[in-house]
């Protein structure tokens, strides 16, 4: 059974980080990319940052040079790394999963990111 468990969210004042972690498991041969949405209330779902099981990344526009992405294939973890963030940084941040042999991505429970000071 696929799972994605999510960690690292909370608050945090501008201008600070925080890094985000996603930990697979099940199926893992089946990956072909990880990475994150955010959910902020009112607004459309967003692709923040993507990367494949063969290094290629994708990055947001509004968070490039501020985030990045990265993973960790022994652990089966995928990681956010936030910096210099901002108000409009808060959301739910979404891990999701797309498998080669799955039409659908696999989502986890989501994590609160909330900039404020």
């Known amino acids: 059974q696929v799972q994605l468990v999510e960690s690292g969210g909370g608050l945090v004042q501008p201008g600070g980080s925080l890094r985000l972690s996603c930990a697979a498991s099940g199926s893992i041969g089946s990956i072909y990319a990880m990475g994150w949405y955010r959910q902020a209330p009112g607004k459309q779902r967003e692709l923040v940052a993507r990367i494949t099981s063969g290094g290629t990344i994708n990055l947001a526009d509004s968070v490039k040079g501020r985030f990045t992405i990265s993973d960790d294939k022994t652990k089966n973890t995928v990681y956010l790394q936030m910096n210099s963030l901002k108000p409009e940084d808060t959301a739910v941040y979404l891990c999701?999963?797309?498998?080669?042999?799955?039409?659908?991505?696999?989502w986890g429970q989501g994590t609160q990111v909330t900039v404020s000071s």
């Open positions: 999701f999963r797309e498998d080669w042999n799955s039409p659908d991505a696999y």
